[in-house]
């Protein structure tokens, strides 16, 4: 059951020798900026659980995006994996300039003012988002035992983080909202893979990073379509497709 | 030689398949479509048949593994004496039939473009050829699902009609069950044969080398059964044969009775006598019970029938019924090792194969005929059709006197050799057996008799006595190619029931290659007249002299009726005494089936209700009488209603996880990953 799957990953084996080469000292700050980074990305994510405007969710979403940005070159320094500053690069332009900028003009073309429905209501919401975080660290203890990078620790910030994306849409009943967690859930994977083996092989992040292109532009058309089919982009209004019996 | 025969046989399909593009390029020319590909057709049939007559009579088998099919598994042919002899009932049933459809498909060209006909037509040829020659279980398959698919879209032909298109997802969908049962089959065979790791059993050959531990092999022959099963139409997975059978074109109703069912013995023969080889006895009793089971109560669903081809359809379950208890009694005299017997019984069964093709096949042609002619299935508004349609009453009638089983035709020989297996039984070890076969040799005789019941009634209803339709249409004889394919098909009912000493001598190398002993030597010690199963003082049939003795007495009768002048007097019918007779007081299909629908009441689910006009002024002088009879096989209702109910209820339930809303089906998967997350942590 200890099963590593890190470790049995094809890259989770020899990344971890670059760190050697730096001094102790250089590696506890790096592992106290890593921590911190991480404390902050959870918590634009429990920001995101509880902004109700739109406007907010964007903003917070772009910080997160810098966060992660942040995290991922501090990460690639340390390691000395030099193929984790373009993904930095990339996350700052894809994640912090690029696709806040396409929700945005979409939110103004669409002139969607109204605030943001939720289904469960805030507190709520809250409380779920902190099991989901305590239940992130129990699941992640054997992996932290077993690894020695030292960003192990984030691992469980991570989980976190991609379950409260998950959350967030679902709790959430507006169509941009949802798109917004499924970003948050992304940003979540994308830490976890810096955090637990120092990044993905850069082929496979950069074919991500286009994915999530393309899903952003998809769900702009979709927009479109849901706005003048149904006059709204609120979901529940799906519903009525549903096949009756 | 024996390879060029295989190169013979893989000519013919690779003819047909050749055969559905030129369809294609001819579309905008029916009549010449026509022509040209039932000709390329009837070439294909005439080398299927060479190849596969050769390779029986030979005795040879040849193999060869073409490099077409997936990467590292290519397909295998194979052309052996089981293989040929089935081959040679395709080819010379689709001959037939290809003659026939000159005729029988320009006239529905007249009403619509018949390409979609005739591309799946040869497209159905190619598909049963390549069953028999298959020779790994993934040709098999394929081959399997092409003979299907094709045959679906000749049932789905005149699809604009519902009943056409129910009747071909019931087919499909029974056949695809009966596939999927083939498939476990053969992945339980082939994985025993090399290990579940690999895919190199899947071969034949690499069955056959195996040796099947006995649950092991008991579970691949019964889903072998079931798949086939349901392919034949054994009872109780019937049900898609009375509702295809009759709303494909006649000349598909035609082949997919005669011949393709019998692809399906074709598959149970294969995998019971040829890939599995040794099995207990009780394998055999229950391919026995089953076959006397499809017997009965297809025959007796058939006497129940007012559609012309629904009773040809029940019928074909009957005789695949007789089939199956040559097959069924080969196999218990195989595992009692008593290889005479059982290459007797086998010998009785594939007899039958042949001769149910060649007799259905006419019957199914004639119908055809029928329907063309008076655009009528149902004979109770038939009657008297003889004095118009003279040369297909009398090949129906050819037809009715082989699938009764009465000599000379080729009904009688199989049955009677059938017969012959079941009075041998007692010589069985097992006391139970012996005691329990004879009854199934009464069984079989009910059977028999009911079946002459049943195509006297198709006979008699159809063509004798008076039209009974409501107006007087104008009906002629059906076109020459179709009377040819029918003639052909009579000729040869008539051949091998004269003749089955030869046929039984060339048949001889099947039962030599299944089980190891040829039954020539004695069925034919006396010569080509006579018929002697096992030994002379036992019981011998001479076909020749029975026909001779039967013409003559039939030119005796004729020459005593016409020397003499006068001694055929034309007068009005005797009315009994009544003021007036009327067509409408004939017997009625409905009524001559009565006192069988009394005896046998407890098969069916029968509704009969008689209700008199309210407006009558006394109960006792009712001015018009309602009658309404509905009868039912009693597996729809018992077996299939309650599935169908069943099936539904669940997908309802099913269908309430279908929320419609984004968030519910979030729900479900952050659930599920949370529950995964806790437990395989």
């Known amino acids: 059951m200890e099963g590593n799957f890190w470790s049995l990953a094809p890259w989770g084996r020899g990344l971890g020798e670059g760190y050697f080469q730096y001094s102790d000292m250089n590696l506890h700050i790096a592992a106290q900026i890593n921590s911190f980074l991480a404390a902050l990305v959870l918590l634009t994510a429990f920001g995101m659980l509880v902004q109700k405007r739109v406007y907010g969710l964007i903003h917070l979403f772009a910080w997160q995006g810098v966060f992660l940005s942040l995290n991922t070159a501090i990460v690639g320094f340390v390691a000395g994996k030099h193929h984790l500053y373009i993904s930095s690069v990339l996350t700052l332009s894809l994640k912090v300039v690029l696709l806040p900028y396409i929700l945005h003009v979409l939110i103004n073309r669409l002139r969607i003012r109204k605030e943001v429905e939720t289904i469960v209501n805030i507190p709520m919401t809250m409380m779920i988002g902190i099991a989901l975080v305590i239940f992130s660290y129990h699941l992640t203890a054997p992996v932290r035992e077993l690894s020695n990078l030292v960003t192990r620790s984030t691992l469980a910030v991570a989980l976190a983080v991609v379950m409260i994306g998950l959350l967030m849409m679902i709790t959430r009943k507006h169509a941009v909202t949802q798109i917004i967690g499924f970003l948050a859930l992304e940003n979540g994977l994308f830490f976890a893979a810096t955090s637990a083996t120092y990044g993905m092989p850069l082929v496979v992040e950069l074919g991500v990073a286009l994915d999530v292109l393309i899903a952003a532009f998809i769900f702009g058309i979709f927009f479109f379509h849901i706005h003048t089919t149904f006059d709204t982009l609120d979901v529940d209004q799906m519903a009525r497709l549903k096949e009756g019996d | ?681």
């Open chain 2, 1 to 681: 030689m024996t390879a060029s025969l295989l190169t013979v046989a893989s000519w013919a399909v690779l003819l047909l398949l050749f055969t559905g593009f030129v369809s294609l390029l001819l579309h905008r020319r029916q009549g010449l479509m026509i022509t040209v590909c039932f000709s390329i057709a009837c070439v294909a049939s005439a080398l299927a048949i060479f190849a596969g007559f050769y390779s029986v009579s030979s005795g040879s088998t040849s193999q060869v593994i073409i490099a077409v099919g997936l990467p590292d598994l290519p397909f295998h042919l194979r052309l052996d004496p089981l293989a040929g002899f089935f081959m040679t009932v395709v080819g010379l049933l689709s001959l037939i039939v290809s003659v026939y459809s000159f005729g029988y498909v320009r006239h529905i060209s007249a009403k619509r473009p018949v390409t979609r006909l005739v591309i799946f037509y040869a497209l159905f040829l190619a598909g049963m050829l390549m069953v028999v020659l298959a020779d790994d279980a993934l040709f098999f398959l394929i081959s399997w699902e092409v003979m299907a698919a094709a045959s679906y879209f000749l049932v789905m032909f005149e699809d604009e009609r519902v009943e056409n298109r129910r009747a071909a997802l019931l087919y499909m969908v029974v056949a695809h069950v009966g596939a999927i049962a083939i498939l476990l089959s053969f992945g339980i065979m082939s994985g025993l044969a090399t290990g579940f790791e690999g895919f190199h059993g899947y071969t034949f050959d690499a069955m056959r080398q195996a040796q099947f531990p006995p649950q092991w092999a008991t579970a691949a022959f019964l889903l072998a059964f079931f798949g086939f099963g349901a392919k034949a139409g054994i009872i109780p997975l019937h049900v898609w044969l009375p509702e295809a059978h009759p709303v494909a074109p006649s000349n598909i109703s035609a082949l997919m009775s005669g011949v393709m069912l019998k692809t399906a013995i074709y598959g149970m023969v294969r995998v019971a006598f040829d890939l599995i080889r040794t099995f207990p006895w009780w394998w055999g009793a229950l391919v026995l019970i089953v076959g006397l089971l499809s017997a009965v109560m297809g025959v007796l669903f058939a006497l129940m029938q007012n559609d012309l081809k629904r009773l040809l359809a029940y019928s074909s379950v009957e005789n695949i019924g007789i089939i199956l208890i040559g097959i069924g009694l080969a196999m218990i005299f195989t595992s009692f090792q008593m290889p005479l017997l059982a290459g007797l019984a086998l010998i009785a069964g594939l007899y039958h194969v042949l001769n149910h093709a060649m007799f259905k096949g006419l019957l199914f042609m004639g119908a055809g005929a029928v329907i063309h002619a008076t655009h009528e299935r149902n004979m109770e508004r038939m009657g008297g059709l003889i004095h118009v349609l003279p040369w297909t009453s009398a090949l129906f009638l050819v037809g009715c006197v082989s699938i009764s089983g009465l000599p000379p035709f080729n009904g009688f020989a199989s049955e009677w050799l059938t017969f012959q297996a079941f009075l041998l039984s007692p010589s069985l070890p097992s006391p139970l057996m012996k005691l329990l076969i004879p009854m199934g040799a009464a069984l079989l005789a009910l059977t028999a008799a009911l079946s002459a019941a049943c195509f006297v009634k198709a006979f008699g209803i159809t063509f004798l006595g008076h039209w009974r339709g409501p107006h007087n249409p104008h009906i002629h004889e059906v076109n020459l190619p179709m009377r040819l394919g029918m003639i052909m098909a009579a000729i040869l009912c008539l051949v091998l029931g004269i003749l089955p000493t030869i046929m039984i001598d060339w048949m001889d190398k099947v039962p030599e290659q299944l089980v190891g002993t040829s039954i020539g030597q004695t069925a034919g010690a006396f010569g080509w007249m006579w018929l002697t199963p096992v030994a002379r003082e036992h019981a011998s049939y001479s076909g020749p002299i029975v026909f001779l003795v039967i013409l003559s007495v039939i030119v005796v009768a004729w020459l005593l009726l016409h020397v003499r002048k006068g001694s055929i007097r034309r007068v009005p019918l005797w009315d009994c005494g009544f003021e007036k007779v009327t067509v409408r007081m004939q017997y009625t299909s409905t009524s001559f089936a009565m006192p069988i629908r009394r005896i046998f009441g407890f098969m069916f689910t029968i509704r009969e209700q008689v209700r008199l006009d309210p407006r009558a002024a006394h109960r006792l002088f009712p001015g018009t009488i309602h009658y309404y009879l509905r009868v039912r096989d009693r597996f729809q209702v018992w077996l299939y209603r309650p599935l169908i109910t069943a099936s539904f209820r669940i997908s309802r339930l099913v269908g309430r996880l279908q929320q419609g809303r984004i968030q519910a089906y979030l729900i479900y998967s952050f659930v599920t990953i949370i529950i995964l997350l806790m437990f395989m942590r």
